[in-house]
Antibody
């Protein structure tokens, strides 16, 4: 199982960024997927989850209305579109796989993370 | 949202010690609890799921117990590779939450 995030970088407050997570070595379309972030020196924070079809999505309150999770099962790729970014969104963003199709679950495989820095 | 409280936040131990970390949920989560290990600059690694089930490939010195609101992670004999930060995570609801972490140091 491999998950490879990309798309992180430096963005100004109020700006937008799109993260991608390329999956390989497993049947991507059979598993729920999530984004989890970690601010510098801080703990883990669940951000968002998407079900296998992409029809159901879930967000932590602080990103609702600003972030959108999506997936392209034909390209084995997970996305996180982030807009109206704030300084407090600065973090390493991890792509994480569920062990099955359920959205209420643990994370059995993680990517290496991509750093998003929101600063002027 | 369900709040997860871990303690202690830092734990000093020696090789061979038995180590116990506690995680408390603000409401019952049945057994829907996972434990992760994270080393500096690395992604977390799943150790335990459903409170007491050992993830494949994880050494048997790691064990988990508890249900409802009180859970523990135990390392029976601390090894050099175990110095890391440990997080609990509840997955009883769609809004999954983590504890604040416990750093195990020498």
């Amino acid at each position: 199982v491999q998950l490879l995030e990309s798309g992180g970088g430096l963005v100004q407050p109020g700006g937008s960024l799109r993260l991608s997570c390329a999956a390989s070595e497993f049947t991507f379309g059979s598993y729920a997927m999530s984004w989890v972030r970690q601010a510098p020196g801080k703990g883990l924070e669940w951000v968002s989850t998407i079900d296998v079809s992409g029809d159901s999505t879930y967000y932590t309150d602080s990103v609702k209305g600003r972030f959108t999770i999506s997936r392209d099962n034909s390209k084995n790729t997970l996305f996180l579109q982030m807009s109206s970014l704030r300084a407090e969104d600065t973090a390493v963003y991890y792509c994480a796989k569920a062990p099955g199709g359920a959205a209420t679950t643990r994370f059995d495989c993680w990517g290496q993370g991509t750093l998003v820095t929101v600063s002027s | 949202d369900i709040q997860m409280t871990q303690f202690p936040s830092t734990l000093s131990a020696s090789i061979g010690d038995r180590v116990t970390i506690t995680c408390r949920a603000s409401q019952s989560i049945s057994s829907w609890l996972a434990w992760y290990q994270q080393k500096p600059g690395k992604a977390p690694k799943l150790l335990i799921y459903k409170a007491s089930s050992l993830e494949s490939g994880v050494p048997s010195r790691f064990s988990g117990s508890g249900s409802g609101t009180e859970f523990t992670l135990t390392i029976s004999s601390l090894q050099p590779d175990d110095f890391a930060t440990y997080y609990c995570q509840q997955y009883n609801t769609y809004s999954k939450t983590f504890g604040q972490g416990t750093k195990v140091e020498i």
